[in-house]
């Protein structure tokens, strides 16, 4: 599985933007880049995800180089609530059974601080 | 909707005691996946289970280990017999397609002492 390099932690402050970066330098052509979010006691969360081109949703957005070696996560304000350990993930398609499946494959990610 | 559901939230357990961890997924996903997360290796995936069916138990530690998945709306995790190393937390995670996004149940915390 190809492996993905993090910051141990960042830190912002409320309000404010944050960009979580992410080094992917193995990434292969068929690797989509997947970013989930894990809160205190909780499972993780799905934020984002993307292949090639920029990504926006309700939550984030995902900008994506143009070798695809690396990617940045966004959160354009901050809030309270946003503190979690943010995982950048390479989801790699497995074939197994007969069937394709998409596997995740967790690093240690980056522990986020958001102060008030 | 409910999400995942887990149960036991904790279970607390002696050495060579039977452990047994379910699972309710997301009615109308297809596809479950058991994780375990420790501080020492994070999270990795124990095994993934497509229309019921187990379709890759790589990450399966040992014989130890055993899933299930009955029918379309429950899936268990056994232990036998539990060895303190096998304290972590377990998640069950289910996602509508296996190249889908996956949603996490709130997890198992397991104790073996």
């Known amino acids: 599985d190809a492996k993905t390099t993090q910051p141990n932690s960042m830190e912002s402050n409320e309000e404010e933007p944050v960009h979580l970066p992410c080094n992917h330098s193995t990434i292969s052509g068929t690797d989509y880049i997947h970013w989930y979010r894990q809160l205190p006691s909780q499972g993780p969360e799905y934020v984002i995800h993307g292949l090639t081109s920029n990504v926006n949703n309700r939550m984030a957005s995902l900008a994506i180089a143009e070798d695809r070696k690396s990617s940045t996560l966004i959160l354009h304000r901050a809030t309270l609530r946003d503190a979690a350990v943010y995982y950048c993930i390479l989801r790699s398609t497995l074939n197994a059974g007969g069937t394709s499946y998409g596997k995740l494959t967790f690093g240690q990610g980056t522990i986020l601080t958001v102060h008030p | 909707d409910a999400g995942v559901i887990q149960s036991p939230r904790h279970e607390v357990t002696e050495m060579g005691q039977e452990v047994t961890l379910r699972c309710k997924p997301i009615s109308g996903h297809n596809s479950l996946f058991w994780y375990r997360q420790t501080m020492m290796r994070g999270l990795e995936l124990l095994i993934y289970?497509?229309?019921?069916?187990?379709?890759?138990d790589s990450g399966m530690p040992e014989d130890r280990f055993s899933a299930k998945m009955p029918n379309a709306s429950f899936s268990t995790l056994k232990i036998q017999p539990s060895e303190p190393r096998d304290s972590a937390v377990y998640f069950c995670?289910?996602?509508?397609?296996?190249?889908?996004?996956?949603?996490f149940g709130p997890g198992t915390r397991l104790t073996v002492l």
């Open positions: 289970f497509n229309n019921n069916v187990p379709i890759d």
């Open positions: 995670a289910s996602s509508l397609g296996a190249l889908n996004e996956q949603f």
